[in-house]
C-alpha cells in the first residue's frame, strides 16, 4: 500500500516538475528581446544610363551677337540732300530697320583731315545712333595702350607693365574674346629690365584669329604704310582709295577694318565685341635720347599706340587690361607716382601670339588646334 502511494507521489511530482519547466520556459520567452532585424544594406539606385545622367552644370557663356544685330550691319545710302550728311539704313532687328543721319558736326564717316576732323560713328546696334568720335586712339583715354607700354584701364588708373622683349601676354580674356600683345624691346647695358612696346595685338573670337603687326623698318618714313595684317593665317589687304575699308562677315558677326588716316592708322571693328584704334609709330631720335633707350641705330622699333572700347564683357574678364573692366575692381598699383608697376608676368604670359593658354585665360575655342600665326620677331 505504501509502495503504491510512494509510486502515486514519485508520478506527480514528475508531472509538477514538467508542468514548471514548461511555464519558466513560456515566461522566459516572453522576457526575451525579440532578435533585431537586420538594417537592410544601402541600396544602390538603379544605373542611370549614360545619355540620362545629370552633369555638372556648366557655366554659361554668353551667347555670341548674331550678325542681324551687329553694330555695323547697315547700308550706305546717298548723302542727306539737304545737309550733304551722309546716312544709313540699318539692318538690324535691335535698330529696327531705322536710317541714321550724321550729325552737322561730323557730317562724314571717313573725312579727308582725320587728324582735324572728327568722324561720324554709326552703331545700328543696342546704341542705335550716329555720333561724333575721333578716329585715332587717345594714349590718355580709357582702354589706351601706348608707349613704353603705358595701360589706362577700365578704371581710369593709369599703370605701366613691363613684360618682357620677344615675350606674349593676355591682355584680354573673357568668355568670347581674347586679345594677345607681343611685345618688343631692348635692354641698354647695366639695366636690369627691357624697355618694351607692343609691336602686334591678335585678336580671338569664336573661331577666327585676326593679327595686326607693325613691320620693322630701320628709319621711319610717315609716308610708308607698314602695317601688316593677317585674317586667319592669310594676309589682307585693306585698300588706300575709295571706301579704305576690308570687312567680313563670319555668319556670327561682322569684322570691319578702316583705314582712319593715310597711312599706318585703322580702326578695327568685331561687331558685339570690340572697337580699337590703332596707330603704328616710330621710337624717335628725341624719346631714345630722352629715355636713354640706346636702341639700334638700324631700328626703327616701330610699335602701337593703342585704345579698345569694349561690349558685352562678362563680370569675371580676365587679361592685364581686361580685369580693370570688372565691377568693383580696385587696381592694386601705387597712385601719385611717375611710374606706377602692375606685375602678372607670370599670370598672363601665353605661349605664343595667338595661343589662348595662360593661367589666368578664360577664353577657349571650339577647338585646340589654333595654328601660331607668325610675326615679325625681334
Not at 615675350?167 to 580674356?173: E, N
Not at 628725341?286 to 579698345?308: G, I, R, V, W
Request: contains cysteine.
Amino acid at each position: 500500500m505504501n509502495m503504491g502511494k510512494s509510486l502515486i507521489l514519485v508520478a506527480f511530482l514528475l508531472i509538477l516538475v514538467s508542468i514548471g519547466a514548461t511555464t519558466v520556459g513560456a515566461d522566459d520567452d516572453t522576457k526575451k528581446t525579440p532578435a533585431p532585424v537586420p538594417a537592410p544594406k544601402d541600396q544602390k539606385p538603379a544605373p542611370v544610363p549614360k545619355e540620362d545622367k545629370p552633369e555638372h552644370p556648366k557655366e554659361e557663356k554668353p551667347k555670341p551677337s548674331p550678325a542681324n544685330d551687329d553694330d555695323t550691319n547697315y547700308d550706305d545710302l546717298t548723302p542727306d540732300p539737304k545737309t550733304g550728311c551722309e546716312r544709313a539704313f540699318c539692318k538690324s532687328k535691335a535698330c529696327n530697320y531705322k536710317t541714321l543721319t550724321c550729325p552737322a558736326e561730323c557730317p562724314e564717316r571717313k573725312p579727308k583731315k582725320n587728324k582735324k576732323s572728327k568722324g561720324c560713328f554709326i552703331n545700328c546696334g543696342r546704341k542705335c545712333e550716329a555720333t561724333c568720335k575721333w578716329r585715332k586712339p587717345k594714349c590718355n583715354g580709357y582702354g589706351s595702350l601706348c608707349y613704353d607700354p603705358r595701360f589706362v584701364g577700365g578704371d581710369g588708373v593709369m599703370f605701366y607693365f613691363h613684360g618682357g622683349k620677344g615675350r606674349d601676354f593676355a591682355l584680354v580674356s573673357d568668355t568670347n574674346l581674347q586679345i594677345n600683345a607681343y611685345f618688343i624691346g631692348n635692354r641698354p647695358n647695366g639695366r636690369r629690365r627691357d624697355y618694351t612696346w607692343v609691336q602686334s595685338v591678335a585678336v580671338m573670337f569664336d573661331t577666327d584669329t585676326f593679327v595686326l603687326s607693325a613691320k620693322k623698318v630701320q628709319q621711319w618714313d610717315d609716308s610708308v604704310d607698314v602695317l601688316l595684317i593677317k585674317w586667319n593665317g592669310e594676309e589682307i589687304t585693306v585698300p588706300f582709295t575709295g571706301d579704305a575699308e576690308w570687312k567680313t562677315n563670319t555668319g556670327v558677326r561682322q569684322l570691319v577694318v578702316e583705314r582712319t588716316d593715310d597711312t599706318n592708322t585703322v580702326r578695327v571693328t568685331v561687331g558685339g565685341l570690340v572697337e580699337i584704334d590703332m596707330k603704328a609709330v616710330p621710337i624717335t631720335k628725341e624719346d631714345d635720347k630722352a629715355h636713354n633707350y640706346q636702341l639700334p641705330s638700324n631700328d626703327a622699333f616701330a610699335h602701337f599706340e593703342t585704345q579698345f572700347r569694349f561690349s558685352n564683357l562678362s563680370d569675371n574678364v580676365e587679361g592685364i587690361l581686361g580685369k580693370t573692366y570688372r565691377p568693383g575692381y580696385v587696381s592694386p598699383v601705387k597712385r601719385g607716382i611717375a611710374m606706377p608697376l602692375m606685375g602678372g608676368e607670370d599670370k598672363y604670359e601665353t605661349p605664343s601670339l595667338t595661343s589662348t593658354r595662360c593661367k589666368l585665360c578664360i577664353f577657349q575655342r571650339n577647338y585646340d588646334s589654333t595654328p601660331t600665326i607668325g610675326v615679325s620677331q625681334y
